[in-house]
């Protein structure tokens, strides 16, 4: 769980020890590559076009279902800002 202490604009994420194995890093892309379809579009607007800081969240294995990138993202075309994980499904 990421924990998030306001007042003095740290961020506190569980540090996770993984030696990885060539099934382990496939699994790992197979998730982040699904996770990127369903993140990929601004949810105002439905654009791919943003930028984005470039923050590292940690991916725990045993809880995949609670991964949430939370980059900030602003929308290239209509200006929305929201976090990555709040990006939508390509609707095509």
Known sequence: MVENDKESGYIYAPYIIRNHTKES????REFMD???????CCPECGAKEHMTTLI???LND???EE???LNRCECSNCGDVHTCHERVKDKI
Do not use: Q
């Open 25 to 28: 890093l496939k699994e790992y």
């Open 34 to 40: 699904e996770y990127d379809k369903n993140h990929e």
């Open 56 to 58: 590292g969240y940690v």
């Open 62 to 64: 045993d809880k995949k």
């Open 67 to 69: 991964y949430k990138d």
